[in-house]
């Protein structure tokens, strides 16, 4: 079956520093999205890449799709308390998205 | 306008009880999916239902049902509880057929422990 892994699975950050997360698919994909959960809350949407290569910004955080649509990236700059959460890939595989197991950021002030 | 709401946010059930767990999707949504999320883990893909017809199941056994009604409002129906069922229940709407598009807006989730 299909199958998305994220890399790392915990990333423990200073306040202000960089932070990436790596999402890879087995297979080709249509989209991915990404979405951020925080403790003890739902996941929420972030953003949607659907074109070869795309590159998107919102803010802080930048989001890659890979040339052979099978991986993804998210990258926050200067991180924050409030960034803290999982962060979750989702590929679509033609009936439905898979999550991947997501990474969880902490970040210290 | 009130998001996707779920109900009961909590609940504790046996081994080998059944549990129906409900949602109401946003208004105007007619896309309603089911996800099993175990601690520590992503989202597990369980159902979606579009215009009241399952449109998709994910590898869960049978003992996983669902329905989807005429205001698209839609239950989770699991029997034969095990402890392995222990988990966040989240229902998204959509308010496409998730065709290569449709953002996913979760509700806050039941969580279901099964002792």
């Known amino acids: 079956g299909q199958q998305v892994m994220q890399i790392p699975q915990y990333q423990h950050v200073q306040e202000g520093e960089d932070f990436t997360t790596y999402c890879n698919s087995s297979t080709t994909l249509s989209n991915i999205q990404w979405y951020k959960q925080r403790p003890g809350g739902h996941p929420v949407f972030l953003i949607q890449l659907v074109k070869s290569g795309e590159v998107k910004k919102q803010k802080r955080l930048t989001f890659q799709f890979g040339e052979a649509k099978k991986n993804s990236s998210l990258h926050i700059t200067a991180t924050q308390t409030t960034d803290v959460g999982t962060y979750f890939c989702?590929?679509?595989?033609?009936?439905?998205?898979?999550f991947g197991p997501g990474t969880r950021l902490s970040v210290l002030p | 306008d009130a998001g996707v709401t779920q109900s009961p946010t909590h609940l504790i059930k046996t081994r080998g009880q059944h549990v129906t767990l409900r949602c109401s999707p946003i208004?105007?949504?007619?896309?309603v999916s089911w996800y099993q999320q175990v601690l520590g883990q992503g989202p597990q893909f369980i159902f979606q239902y579009y215009e009241k017809e399952e449109r998709g199941r994910g590898n869960f056994p049978d003992r996983f049902s669902a329905r989807q009604f005429p205001n698209y409002s839609s239950e989770l129906n699991v029997n034969a509880l095990l402890l392995g069922d222990s988990a966040l229940y989240l229902c998204?709407?959509?308010?496409?057929?998730?065709?290569?598009?449709?953002?996913?807006?979760f509700g806050e989730g039941s969580r279901l422990t099964v002792l």
């Open positions: 208004s105007g949504h007619k896309s």
């Open positions: 989702a590929g679509y595989y033609g009936q439905n998205f898979v």
């Open positions: 998204a709407s959509s308010g496409t057929f998730m065709r290569n598009t449709g953002e996913l807006f």
